[in-house]
C-alpha cells in the first residue's frame, strides 16, 4: 500500500518538533479526517534556513509533514510559494488515492506559515 519512501518518512520522520526560533508558523487542520498539522519555519534573507513540524495525524501526515520539512530547506519564498500537494507526493513515490488529503493538508499548512510570515514581516521583507 506505501511506498518504501513513505514508509521510511513515517518511520524515522524528519526534523520533529517545534521551533523556538521559528519567524513563520503555520497550522491547519484537514476537513476530511481531523487530523492536524503544524510547520515551523526559520527564514532569513527570503530563504528557508530551517523547517520542522509536529503532526498529530495518520502516517502519511507524518511522511508528507516529514518530507515536506527537507523540500523547504534552502528554498526561496517564491520557490516555497509554488510547491504543491503533487510535489511531496511525487517526492513520496505516490500515495495511494485515499490519502492524497493528507499531502493537501501539508500543502494547506505550508501556505499558512508563509502567510503568517508575510504577517509578521508586512513590509515584505525577505521576498
Ligand atoms: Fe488525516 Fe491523513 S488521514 S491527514
Do not use: W
Amino acid at each position: 500500500m506505501y511506498t518504501p519512501q513513505v514508509l521510511d518518512h513515517f518511520q524515522n520522520p524528519r526534523n520533529v518538533g517545534e521551533m523556538a526560533d521559528a519567524n513563520a508558523v503555520g497550522e491547519s487542520g484537514s476537513a476530511v479526517c481531523g487530523d492536524v498539522m503544524r510547520i515551523f519555519l526559520r527564514i532569513e534573507g527570503g530563504v528557508v534556513q530551517k523547517a520542522s513540524f509536529k503532526t498529530f495525524g495518520c502516517g502519511a501526515a507524518i511522511a508528507t509533514s516529514s518530507v515536506l520539512t527537507e523540500l523547504v530547506k534552502g528554498k526561496t519564498i517564491d520557490e516555497v510559494r509554488k510547491i504543491k500537494n503533487t510535489d511531496v507526493v511525487a517526492m513520496l513515490g505516490g500515495l495511494p488515492p485515499i490519502k492524497i488529503h493528507c499531502s493537501v493538508l501539508a500543502e494547506e499548512t505550508l501556505k499558512a506559515a508563509l502567510d503568517d510570515y508575510e504577517r509578521r514581516t508586512p513590509s515584505g521583507t525577505g521576498k
